[in-house]
């Protein structure tokens, strides 16, 4: 990944994808390391309604209180491709992305018909 | 065999187009201005092929549905207002079509209204539940093609073909300035409702469109809303023809099945209100996924009917809240086409903040490639978008002075 990339425009609020094409969450924030005049690099994605809490002000905080206190920290080294969306190298569960719709699916497999 | 699938597909754009929204306006602004307000339509329905083409092919060529594009170009902040907006228009669009509904079986078959409501949710529910998306989106459209009764009984009420011809052409005949104004705007907003581009963006991901498919987008888009349109003209055609200086304003979806009754006589009503059904139903659905996608879409999780019920857990669950939700709202036994006028005057002020990411990432050749937006697309795009902007500024003062269109 060496050309060059619009981090606010090309990554950033941008889906996850993991590596079976899973949507597991989105770009809602950037980890980038690298003090004044040093060279900054992007070291994570940082995904999570905690991480809204600092991103919209007053909207933010309400959405990140009702969202809960989920983050999640996937380096930067693990991200396969950025095309249209943000594709991972593993699969979801193996970063920790994803997991209300892993702990709600049980639920919605107790009703006939869910695998329709 | 191709041709055939394009067939289909535009047939049920068709019948998906009219929804509670475009019977209600389309039917009193005839009865309120005659043909006079059927250039708006045009001017509507030119939008909304517009601005779905668009989102069309952003979905086939780069995957992103509107949320996606919405939060990617507009941020989070400004995502999250266009969120709250979209998602309570739609669930005022959801209940008041769920309502239409319920109004439509208890037409047909005079049981009591609350039970046709539970009645109806159950039966949405379950078909959402268990039925593939493809047929879905056929039995709805097919069953509304019904509505082309109107058509009939248009051309059967024998309006004054001169009077309609000048109805394309843009005038003011009225000293009503304000009342003509509102029906505008509602007209616009009805033809141009947001989440019918939710629906056909997020639709389009759902049948795994890819850049192959561009035809039958534009194909759908052009011929199918164009179409739909033409349902609209007929809609307002009976209504001016049967309603104007009567006095009488339709206010009620039994009215408006009149339209086809008093030229076609008890087929026609019959046919109008398995149309009917089906339409609002059908939008039902719509609006029903709409707000599940958008949520979905602006969270990141997994979405769509393509996945089962299961692989995409808080999307089903969202949309079954919904449902929840809509239950409540109609049960409280509030008028379903009061709450339409509403649900489309307040979509009206959301409009903006909906089309103009779906604008951006269309031009985007980041993505878009070669795909991104032509020079007729930017063009149409803009003028919409100044248009849109003009109607959602003006469209609660409007519905202030006009009393919500009673003067």
């Keep these: ?116 | 065999m191709k041709i055939f699938q394009i067939a289909l597909g535009i047939l049920a754009a068709i019948g998906g187009f009219v929804d509670i929204g475009d019977l209600v306006f389309n039917v009193a602004a005839g009865a309120a201005f005659g043909y006079q307000l059927l250039w708006v339509v045009v001017v509507g329905v030119v939008g909304i092929i517009v601005y779905s083409e668009m989102c069309g092919r952003v979905a086939a060529v780069s995957e992103k549905a509107v949320f996606d594009a919405v939060r990617e170009r507009v941020g989070f902040g400004a995502g999250l207002t266009t969120l709250i907006a979209a998602q309570v228009v739609n669930l005022m669009t959801l209940a008041a079509e769920v309502g239409g509904v319920a109004i439509c079986l208890r037409l047909l078959s005079g049981l009591p209204y609350r039970w046709l409501i539970l009645a109806a949710i159950v039966a949405l529910g379950l078909i959402v539940w268990v039925v593939s998306f493809d047929w879905i989106e056929r039995i709805f459209g097919y069953g509304g093609l019904c509505l082309l009764v109107f058509a009939v009984a248009a051309v059967k009420l024998h309006p004054d073909w001169g009077d309609v011809a000048h109805g394309f052409v843009p005038h003011v005949d009225t000293s009503d300035t304000l009342l003509y104004c509102y029906f505008a705007v509602g007209l616009l907003g009805a033809a141009m409702t947001p989440y019918e581009v939710y629906f056909y963006s997020s639709g389009a991901i759902e049948e795994g469109w890819g850049p192959k498919d561009l035809g039958i987008n534009r194909a759908n888009a052009l011929i199918g809303y164009g179409l739909g349109g033409f349902l609209s003209f007929a809609l307002m055609i009976t209504g001016g023809a049967l309603f104007l200086g009567q006095e009488i304003e339709p206010e009620l979806l039994g009215s408006i099945a009149m339209g086809a009754q008093v030229p076609l006589g008890q087929v026609g009503l019959v046919l109008a209100l398995i149309g009917i059904l089906f339409a609002v139903g059908g939008a039902s659905i719509d609006t029903l996924f709409s707000g599940a996608y958008n949520l979905a879409q602006f969270m990141g999780w997994e979405w769509g009917r393509y996945r089962s019920n299961a692989g995409a857990p808080r999307f089903t669950l969202t949309w079954l809240v919904l449902l929840v939700l809509a239950l409540g709202i109609v049960m409280t036994g509030i008028d379903p086409v009061m709450l339409t006028e509403y649900a489309v005057i307040f979509s009206v002020v959301a409009l903006p903040l909906t089309y103009l990411p779906i604008l951006l990432v269309a031009n985007d050749k980041a993505y878009m490639g070669r795909y991104a937006n032509g020079r007729l697309a930017n063009v149409l795009g803009a003028t919409y978008f100044v248009i849109i902007l003009a109607v959602s500024l003006s469209a609660i003062p409007l519905m202030i002075l006009t009393n919500v269109g009673q003067s």
């Design chain 1, 1 to 116: 990944m060496s050309e060059e990339l619009d981090l606010g425009l090309a990554v950033l609020d941008h889906q996850l994808l993991d590596c079976d094409g899973r949507r597991c969450g989105n770009v809602d924030d950037l980890a980038i390391e690298g003090g004044p005049g040093e060279h900054a690099e992007v070291a994570a994605i940082l995904s999570g309604p905690n991480v809204w809490r600092g991103r919209a002000g007053f909207l933010g905080r309400i959405a990140a209180r009702i969202g809960g206190d989920g983050r999640v920290r996937t380096p930067w080294s693990e991200v396969a491709e950025v095309e249209a969306h943000v594709t991972l190298k593993k699969r979801a569960p193996d970063y920790g992305l994803g997991r209300l719709d892993d702990r709600l699916r049980p639920w919605i497999e107790r009703i006939p018909g869910a695998g329709r």
